[in-house]
């Protein structure tokens, strides 16, 4: 796997990882349930913010070995937004009892 030399690679990168992710997410929820849509036949939409989260994560962690990676980042807040939206929105759901 080439890393991304310029931004061309670098949203080629991400949406690369979004689609694996995306793949992986429909064959495993094919496996998992024998469809590929949700129950009511929908589209999970959460599936392409967790494509995005989990693209961009790798990128940042490559980011973390490779100077040029993270040069080519950038700034990072977009993703700190979205991170840090996600995390508050868990932590306030964990909060609800569950019925186990």
């Given at each position: 796997m080439n890393l991304p030399a310029d931004e061309n690679g670098l949203y080629a990168f991400v949406m690369f990882g979004m689609l694996l992710y995306l793949v992986?997410?429909?064959?495993?929820?094919?496996?998992?349930?024998?469809?590929?849509?949700t129950k009511s036949g929908g589209f999970p939409i959460t599936s392409v913010f967790d494509s995005a989260t989990f693209s961009t994560s790798v990128l940042l962690l490559v980011g973390i070995v490779e100077p040029k990676?993270?040069?080519?980042?950038?700034?990072?807040?977009?993703?700190?937004?979205?991170?840090?939206?996600?995390?508050?929105?868990?932590?306030?759901?964990?909060?609800?009892?569950?019925?186990?």
């Open positions: 992986a997410h429909y064959i495993a929820r094919r496996i998992k349930t024998g469809r590929f849509s990676v993270l040069e080519l980042i950038g700034n990072t807040k977009p993703f700190l937004i979205i991170a840090g939206i996600a995390g508050v929105a868990y932590s306030v759901h964990a909060l609800v009892p569950k019925d186990d």
